[in-house]
């Protein structure tokens, strides 16, 4: 059984930084694409970053390139998301999410992913 578990989050200032942390069982640990999405109050679940199985490449969504790290520890199973030079838009819950089927022009669809966390509150204050 797949579970995805978050941490790491909370209330940081802006210009501030964070790491989410993303513990991962049930994985085969090269298969899946394990991803972050984020979700603030009234808007849709939104695309951050994602690391596509098996080659490890990285991917953005543009609103965090530049400032945003996904990377794993595949020896701890657990996908990290630093997030430097916060700024009060990137206030949201934040989700890791994986999955082993996806086509890579479906990697950046929230209903495309399978496996979910519970997600983790990120509070940026001016």
């Known amino acids: 059984q797949v579970q995805l578990v978050e941490s790491g989050g909370g209330s940081v200032q802006a210009g501030d930084s964070l790491r989410l942390s993303c513990g991962t069982s049930g994985l085969t640990s090269t298969s899946y694409t394990t991803a972050w999405f984020r979700q603030a109050p009234g808007k849709e679940r939104e695309f951050v970053a994602a690391l596509w199985r098996n080659t490890g490449r990285t991917y953005y969504g543009d609103s965090v390139k530049g400032r945003f790290t996904i990377s794993k520890d595949n020896a701890k199973n657990i996908v990290y998301l630093q997030m430097n030079n916060l700024k009060p838009e990137d206030t949201a819950v934040y989700y890791c999410?994986?999955?082993?089927?996806?086509?890579?022009?479906?990697?950046?669809?929230?209903?495309?992913?399978?496996?979910w966390g519970q997600g983790a509150q990120v509070t940026v204050s001016t």
């Open positions: 999410a994986a999955e082993n089927k996806l086509i890579q022009s479906s990697m950046t669809t929230s209903r495309e992913y399978d496996y």
